[in-house]
């Protein structure tokens, strides 16, 4: 799995259960991989954000 995939699915788990440090790692951690802040904001509604479509 490419890394920054993997990353929004942890920023996503993280956001879930709630776990305010692992949201912010992985948010940091994808800004690092260079995803664009349109596409780490989505992480909250991911199913309305045009970039969940490929």
Do not use: F
């Not at 951690?29 to 490929?54: C, D, K, M, T, Y």
């Amino acid at each position: 799995m490419r890394q920054d995939v993997a990353e929004l699915a942890g920023s996503r788990a993280s956001r879930i259960n709630g776990c305010g440090a692992c949201a912010h790692g992985h948010t940091a951690n994808l800004r690092e991989a260079g995803v664009s802040e349109e596409r780490v904001a989505a992480v909250a509604a991911w199913w309305h954000a045009p970039s969940s479509r490929g």
